[in-house]
């Protein structure tokens, strides 16, 4: 049986991932403001690294899995708190778990965005880019100018940029070259109490416009699913994908963008990165076949 870190773990999907890993006789370590394991802030520099402490001094050894649901919904005003949550509370934390979870030799990491990241609009580039550079402040104070907007555009922002640092990291030696396999689950609308707050919020009838094929919510209960087999197995052969569970909205609303071509203009960078990949230990290794 394995040990599990996962964030968010009083509520919504992270308590119902905790659950499922429980009832399978793994032992959790569950991260959440109240009524977890370690009760931590992860919206300031402080919480996080006393989260990672605890959580790495609860642990006696390798950490086989981790899952970063902790996350805020859009609010009013509150742009630095959210992209400091959704953001530096994934990253930091990881950065932190990593050589635990190397330790492992297989383990695994799921990370939340979200599928707003494909369809908010107006989210300003340079937020997200100064989040990948670790500046949430420069983010937040780029969001703010948003007006009406900033609370939707931060927390897209603050998903695109975990999504992208997922996609980045995870193919580096240190993550996919230690056997960690990190990739990013983006639901779309889940009844949990975040979305159930969203509905009741003045935005509410925004939420409920948004088009959902399958008309219908999700429920944690299918996502949790999902997360386990991105924990299992399964996930040996994966890693920094984005895995898309929306009953439908992003393919209404952006059927032809993805699979995209690749564009002529990227085939230098990508030359030279095939030209580094044996270099960086990133070629299968056929020998013994
Ligand atoms: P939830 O609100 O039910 O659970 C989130 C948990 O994160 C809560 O227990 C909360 O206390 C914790 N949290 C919030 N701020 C924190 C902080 N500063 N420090 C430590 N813990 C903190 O939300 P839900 O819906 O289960 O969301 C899980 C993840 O899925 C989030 O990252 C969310 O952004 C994402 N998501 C949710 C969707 C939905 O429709 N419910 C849709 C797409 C993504």
Redesign the pocket.
Known sequence: MGVYVV??????????VALRLRKDGHEVVG?????ADVT?????RA?RIA?SREILAKVDGPIDGAV??????PRRGRER?LV???YL?VTELLEALRPRLAQAGNAKVVV?????TTSTPLVPRGAVRSLLAGDAAKAARILSRRGPLAAPAS?AAS?IAVARWVRRTSVAAEWAGAGIRMNVI??????????A??LASPTGSQVRSFPVPARE??T?EQ?AQWVMTMLSPAADFMVGSVITVDGGTEALLRPDDWPARLPGRLLPRMAWTMYQAPKRGQVADYSDV
Request: glycine content about 20%; aromatic content about 6%.
């Open positions: 964030t968010g773990s009083a509520s919504g999907m992270g308590a119902a991260v959440d403001l109240a009524d931590a802030d992860l919206s300031t919480g989260a970063l649901a902790a996350g805020m919904g708190m400091e949550v959704n509370g939340f965005g979200s599928n707003s927390y998903k983006a639901p779309g609308p889940v009844m949990t109490p975040l979305l707050g969203q919510y999700g944690p996502l």
